[in-house]
């Protein structure tokens, strides 16, 4: 694998590729992958049905949806082109499909949202028409979103120009619970490798990951996030709509608890590596300083 950007850029072709396994952890994730494979086609999706609600609700849910199936999107793009570039690399054989193994758990998630939004609200939010000022703040909340969602991608590409495989490889080890078992294995092999430097880089890309990620599970943050002035306040209100009706959305206080579980629950591992957390006082972790820049561009994915 190349170990610096100095070195002359690699030929990033797939072939001859290769079934070598250096990553027992790794491996042991994509194995573990086959039998954890869920089918979403088996809902109970005739149990939701957009006649129990009323037009607020189905729309407020329906909104929800579309703002997780941003991040979805952007999980299916990023790991998907991860798996392409590590085959590129010929990076060892395991960790290209597990890359191509989340891929696919991010269409499965995606396709979750879209089969949702279909029994809800039928054409929301690519083609749907709004009927109120409610609707049509809802719709502009998440039309914005996706329009920066092709900032974050711009980034995502550009960022492989500057950064070394094995620092954007490392970013990938932000991703959800459900890959963390690769994503950390990821993370852990890249990370023997790192300088000092780079170390404080896969830093400040968990700092990006949180400012990325904000919209979801915190409220958007300005570094990266352009949108309307009253996107919180719309964003707030149809959150609410959308939990009183049953859909489990958390209320700030548990987006904000759960976010720190999740990050000190790996804090011992990732420092064992040498890796620092970041600080992040919206959450009340602690760690090291970083300052993202407005516009900064989020070189991790989810
Ligand atoms: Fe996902």
């Given at each position: 694998?190349?170990?610096?950007?100095?070195?002359?850029?690699?030929?990033?072709?797939?072939?001859?590729?290769?079934?070598?396994?250096?990553?027992?952890?790794?491996?042991?994730?994509?194995?573990?992958?086959?039998?954890?494979?869920?089918?979403?086609?088996?809902?109970?999706?005739?149990?939701?049905?957009?006649?129990?609600?009323?037009?607020?609700?189905?729309?407020?849910?329906?909104?929800?949806?579309?703002?997780?199936?941003?991040?979805?999107?952007?999980?299916?793009?990023?790991?998907?082109?991860?798996?392409?570039?590590?085959?590129?690399?010929?990076?060892?054989?395991?960790?290209?499909?597990?890359?191509?193994?989340?891929?696919?758990?991010?269409?499965?998630?995606?396709?979750?949202?879209?089969?949702?939004?279909?029994?809800?609200?039928?054409?929301?939010?690519?083609?749907?028409?709004?009927?109120?000022?409610?609707?049509?703040?809802?719709?502009?909340?998440?039309?914005?979103?996706?329009?920066?969602?092709?900032?974050?991608?711009?980034?995502?590409?550009?960022?492989?120009?500057?950064?070394?495989?094995?620092l954007l490889f490392a970013g990938f080890f932000f991703?959800?619970?459900?890959?963390?078992?690769?994503?950390?294995?990821?993370?852990?092999?890249?990370?023997?490798?790192?300088?000092?430097?780079?170390?404080?880089?896969?830093?400040?890309?968990m700092k990006q990951g949180f400012i990325f990620l904000s919209p979801l599970?915190?409220?958007?943050?300005?570094?990266?996030?352009?949108?309307?002035?009253?996107?919180?306040?719309?964003?707030?209100?149809?959150?609410?709509?959308?939990?009183?009706?049953?859909?489990?959305?958390?209320?700030?206080?548990?987006?904000?608890?759960?976010?720190?579980?999740?990050?000190?629950?790996?804090?011992?591992?990732?420092?064992?590596?040498?890796?620092?957390?970041?600080?992040?006082?919206?959450?009340?972790?602690?760690?090291?300083?970083?300052?993202?820049?407005?516009?900064?561009?989020?070189?991790?994915?989810?």
């Open positions: 694998m190349p170990k610096a950007s100095k070195q002359k850029p690699p030929e990033l072709n797939i072939f001859p590729g290769n079934w070598t396994i250096k990553n027992e952890q790794m491996f042991k994730a994509f194995d573990l992958s086959f039998a954890q494979h869920w089918n979403p086609a088996n809902f109970p999706w005739e149990e939701l049905d957009g006649k129990n609600f009323d037009p607020k609700e189905r729309i407020a849910q329906a909104y929800w949806m579309s703002k997780l199936a941003l991040f979805e999107k952007s999980g299916i793009g990023a790991f998907g082109f991860g798996a392409v570039r590590a085959a590129e690399l010929n990076l060892e054989d395991p960790t290209k499909k597990m890359l191509a193994s989340i891929t696919y758990d991010e269409c499965r998630h995606d396709e979750v949202c879209r089969r949702a939004c279909n029994k809800l609200c039928p054409n929301w939010p690519y083609g749907y028409k709004p009927q109120s000022d409610f609707e049509q703040k809802a719709l502009r909340n998440i039309e914005a979103l996706y329009e920066e969602g092709r900032r974050y991608w711009k980034g995502f590409k550009g960022a492989w120009e500057y950064l070394t495989p094995e991703a959800e619970i459900g890959a963390v078992v690769a994503t950390m294995a990821l993370l852990r092999a890249m990370a023997q490798e790192f300088s000092e430097e780079q170390k404080l880089t896969v830093t400040r890309q599970l915190y409220q958007h943050r300005p570094e990266f996030w352009r949108l309307p002035s009253d996107f919180d306040k719309v964003d707030q209100e149809v959150e609410e709509i959308a939990r009183n009706a049953g859909l489990g959305v958390l209320t700030m206080e548990e987006k904000v608890r759960y976010w720190k579980q999740a990050i000190e629950k790996k804090r011992g591992e990732i420092e064992e590596m040498g890796i620092k957390v970041p600080a992040i006082p919206e959450l009340g972790v602690e760690g090291v300083e970083v300052q993202v820049k407005k516009n900064e561009t989020i070189a991790t994915s989810f």
